[in-house]
């Protein structure tokens, strides 16, 4: 074969790697949204047996040899060298190609299989003593677990940190130490933040969020924001689930869902928006990488960064609602026709510390994933037992949100994420608040009317600069490379700081 054509076979395996992936996905969409709750088993075999092609597929020692023998060294750290004559799209292809072979085939199929297992009879131990608040029904397997991490890291090799690997799972080509640089700085930021707040006379009105709102109401208002954010329907669907999320089936079927409840207007809402942006993320991938796997994020981080820039800096701003709130009072006239534009804007950004990290409002909410990357972090490199996990957890809630969990459901296990094996998952959140406001800060820079669009309902505009400046590119740069390009500096907490700072000093009068 020619080099071309060795990279076009390239090409080809990873197209079917593709196809494959997306029909899981379809699977996986249908077990979160319609499949009748008995047919859990049958999806299990079916999930199963793909999750055996594509792992085989991706693992197949002829990309490592065609990768060879095109020149791309697989030894080289921490990235692949990759030969000067391939460029752009091609060396950012090889780059990922040659990352995921090189990882996917260091993990023994016996480890890959047995932490399937173990984590999906993990999901189920998780669940009952979550149920029953105790978390010493759920020590032994989540000891099982972890040594399974464990293993899978030794397999994948770190120089300075077990938990390097883990994280370069969900945060490719960042290293611990990178995340606990920025995120010492964002601690620090928000505990004085958090102190003003606390100090602030300031009383803000919640009670009106859980009255009474009609779900098929709220469903109507929720796509109308979908449409006007640029949520394109003939490319993607709304439906409900337990745990809202965006998946891709295709380039042209990225599909978001949510869920509602009656005496809580904010959860459907704002996790429509969050996914909305996930999705504009997936649907705005350029047509040259589409199909490939360059069609996806830059990393979990910078994912999260377009969930939480329409969720947080544009879906809960203040202009956002000048814009929406009249039509939101129109539609449930009992509920909120006593309450105004401000006390409404006031009330959904209310700042409070709470056990609940998924409740948690904007400020808080990087604390409780300070509290989970430092615990983890001392699971893997084994500077922490098991059975010591929830009084540590205990420990670092009352350190950095001065409250003490009742019980374990109210603490240590109320996250699915180690039930399930994911490790090095959890910073991939606060770093997407990070980039989200780093991003922005550029964009309003850019955009200078940009309240003013807001505030008219108009976000064609910003629309099109994340599409140009993010989401085209999918992941043809590095996390850090497409910071460095779109804010011309590397990822720097300030800019989360500031515009928290900015933000709740006047809400709370500070
Ligand atoms: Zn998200």
Not at 1 to 5: A, E, H
Not at 7 to 19: A, G, H, P, T, V
Not at 112 to 124: F, N, S, Y
Not at 313 to 329: D, E
């Given at each position: 074969?020619?080099?071309?054509?060795k990279?076009?076979?390239?090409?080809?395996?990873?197209?079917?790697?593709?196809?494959l992936?997306?029909?899981?996905?379809?699977l996986?969409?249908d077990?979160?949204?319609?499949?009748?709750?008995?047919?859990?088993?049958?999806?299990?075999?079916?999930?199963?047996?793909?999750?055996?092609?594509?792992?085989?597929r991706?693992?197949?020692?002829?990309?490592?040899?065609?990768?060879t023998?095109?020149?791309?060294?697989?030894?080289?750290?921490?990235?692949?060298?990759?030969?000067?004559?391939?460029?752009?799209?091609?060396?950012?292809?090889?780059?990922?190609?040659?990352?995921?072979?090189?990882?996917?085939?260091?993990?023994?199929?016996?480890?890959?299989?047995?932490?399937?297992?173990?984590?999906?009879?993990?999901?189920?131990?998780?669940?009952?003593?979550?149920?029953?608040?105790?978390?010493?029904?759920?020590?032994?397997?989540?000891s099982?677990?972890?040594?399974?991490?464990?293993?899978?890291?030794?397999?994948?090799?770190?120089?300075?940190?077990?938990?390097?690997?883990?994280?370069?799972?969900?945060?490719?080509?960042?290293?611990?130490?990178?995340v606990e640089?920025?995120?010492?700085?964002?601690?620090?930021?928000?505990?004085?933040?958090l102190?003003?707040?606390?100090?602030?006379?300031?009383?803000?009105?919640?009670?009106?969020?859980?009255?009474?709102?009609?779900?098929?109401?709220?469903?109507?208002?929720?796509?109308?924001?979908?449409?006007?954010?640029?949520?394109?329907?003939?490319?993607?669907?709304?439906?409900?689930?337990?745990?809202?999320?965006?998946?891709?089936?295709?380039?042209?079927?990225?599909?978001?869902?949510?869920?509602?409840?009656?005496?809580?207007?904010?959860?459907?809402?704002?996790?429509?928006?969050?996914?909305?942006?996930?999705?504009?993320?997936?649907?705005?991938?350029?047509?040259?990488v589409?199909?490939?796997?360059?069609?996806?994020?830059?990393?979990l981080?910078?994912?999260?960064?377009?969930?939480?820039?329409?969720?947080?800096?544009?879906?809960?701003?203040?202009?956002?609602?000048?814009?929406?709130?009249?039509?939101?009072?129109?539609?449930?006239?009992?509920?909120?026709?006593?309450?105004?534009?401000?006390?409404?804007y006031?009330?959904?950004?209310?700042?409070?510390?709470?056990?609940?990290?998924?409740?948690?409002?904007?400020?808080?909410?990087?604390?409780?994933?300070?509290?989970?990357?430092?615990?983890?972090?001392?699971?893997?490199?084994?500077?922490?037992?098991?059975?010591d996990?929830?009084?540590?957890?205990?420990?670092?809630?009352?350190?950095?949100?001065?409250?003490?969990?009742?019980?374990?459901?109210?603490?240590?296990?109320?996250?699915?994420?180690?039930?399930?094996?994911?490790?090095?998952?959890?910073?991939?959140?606060s770093?997407?608040?990070?980039?989200?406001?780093q991003?922005?800060?550029?964009?309003?820079?850019?955009?200078?009317?940009?309240?003013?669009?807001?505030?008219?309902?108009?976000?064609?505009?910003?629309?099109?600069?994340?599409?140009?400046?993010?989401?085209?590119?999918?992941?043809?740069?590095?996390?850090?490379?497409?910071?460095?390009?779109?804010?011309?500096?590397?990822?720097?907490?300030?800019?989360?700081?500031?515009?928290?700072?900015?933000?709740?000093?006047?809400?709370?009068?500070?």
């Open positions: 074969m020619q080099g071309n054509d990279l076009e076979r390239l090409k080809e395996i990873d197209r079917e790697y593709r196809l992936s997306h029909t899981a996905a379809i996986h969409w077990q979160e949204t319609y499949m009748p709750e008995a047919a859990v088993l049958n999806r299990a075999d079916q999930l199963s047996l793909l999750s055996g092609l594509m792992h085989d991706i693992t197949q020692p002829e990309i490592g040899e065609t990768l023998a095109i020149g791309v060294s697989l030894d080289a750290d921490p990235t692949p060298r990759i030969p000067d004559t391939f460029q752009g799209i091609e060396r950012a292809f090889l780059r990922e190609l040659a990352r995921q072979y090189r990882r996917n085939s260091k993990i023994p199929r016996r480890v890959v299989t047995e932490l399937a297992k173990q984590t999906a009879i993990g999901q189920r131990v998780w669940a009952e003593a979550r149920k029953a608040a105790d978390f010493s029904k759920f020590s032994g397997q989540l099982i677990i972890l040594a399974l991490v464990r293993d899978v890291s030794s397999c994948l090799g770190y120089e300075d940190h077990p938990y390097d690997p883990l994280l370069d799972e969900f945060e490719p080509w960042m290293k611990t130490a990178d640089e920025v995120f010492s700085g964002l601690r620090q930021g928000l505990k004085q933040l102190d003003k707040i606390r100090g602030s006379r300031k009383k803000v009105d919640t009670d009106f969020l859980n009255r009474k709102y009609g779900i098929d109401k709220q469903r109507t208002f929720g796509i109308k924001v979908l449409e006007s954010l640029g949520y394109d329907f003939t490319r993607g669907r709304l439906d409900e689930s337990a745990h809202p999320f965006t998946t891709t089936l295709g380039s042209s079927d990225v599909r978001i869902t949510t869920r509602y409840d009656s005496r809580y207007f904010p959860t459907a809402i704002f996790g429509t928006i969050h996914e909305c942006g996930h999705g504009l993320y997936e649907l705005g991938f350029g047509k040259a589409q199909g490939t796997l360059l069609a996806d994020g830059a990393s981080g910078i994912h999260e960064s377009q969930s939480r820039l329409m969720e947080n800096l544009i879906g809960r701003s203040y202009p956002f609602w000048s814009h929406y709130y009249p039509q939101l009072k129109a539609l449930f006239p009992e509920s909120l026709g006593d309450v105004d534009l401000r006390r409404f006031e009330g959904i950004n209310h700042v409070s510390p709470s056990f609940i990290r998924v409740e948690a409002d904007e400020v808080t909410y990087n604390l409780h994933i300070l509290l989970r990357f430092g615990l983890e972090k001392q699971l893997i490199g084994e500077d922490l037992a098991v059975n996990l929830p009084a540590a957890w205990n420990a670092q809630m009352k350190e950095l949100l001065g409250l003490e969990p009742r019980n374990d459901t109210q603490g240590v296990l109320q996250d699915i994420h180690w039930s399930g094996g994911m490790v090095g998952y959890f910073p991939t959140y770093l997407g608040n990070l980039y989200a406001a991003f922005f800060n550029t964009l309003i820079r850019d955009i200078p009317d940009w309240r003013n669009q807001i505030g008219r309902g108009r976000f064609q505009t910003i629309l099109n600069w994340l599409r140009e400046n993010i989401h085209k590119h999918a992941r043809i740069y590095s996390a850090r490379e497409l910071c460095a390009r779109v804010t011309g500096e590397p990822l720097n907490p300030r800019y989360l700081l500031d515009y928290l700072a900015e933000k709740f000093g006047e809400i709370y009068g500070f």
